[in-house]
């Protein structure tokens, strides 16, 4: 084991995984989710291979062996947070952007439960034209 390893404690592998997972979201959000990535196949495939080497890596700091990562990416399952912005004139989705991203599905209804009583409280901003959902 080389030097650098030996000074590693688990909190090192925790913010890796934490900043691979912001990384993600960043590129779900702003990249995959764009409209020329989903026009165009070519860059939809090569953002595919993007995330999928970052999914490798996350796995990685886990310890997980990736040479099971299929399998590993069918039994993990996550919910995203999410809202949305609707155009009252219009109609149209003006924002719809991920919020946080859970491991399961009790916790993901729960924050998304917590933000829309704040959200729609006396003292929250009180948007009706904002969706919170979870995915």
Request: aromatic share 8%; glycine share 2%.
């Amino acid at each position: 084991m080389n030097k650098l390893k030996e000074k590693l404690n688990d909190s090192h592998y925790l913010e890796m995984i934490d900043r691979l997972k912001v990384v993600m979201n960043v590129i779900d959000n702003h990249c995959v989710q764009h409209q020329l990535s989903k026009a165009d196949k070519q860059i939809s495939s090569r953002l595919d291979k993007v995330m999928d080497l970052l999914y490798e890596c996350q796995q990685l700091a886990k310890g997980l062996d990736i040479s099971k990562t299929d399998q590993n990416k069918s039994d993990l399952k996550s919910f995203n947070v999410k809202f949305k912005d609707i155009d009252p004139d219009t109609g149209n989705i003006s924002q719809d952007m991920v919020i946080c991203v859970c491991e399961d599905e009790l916790n993901a209804r729960w924050i998304k439960e917590s933000i829309e009583f704040e959200w729609f409280s006396e003292n929250g901003a009180n948007d009706p034209n904002r969706e919170f959902y979870v995915v």
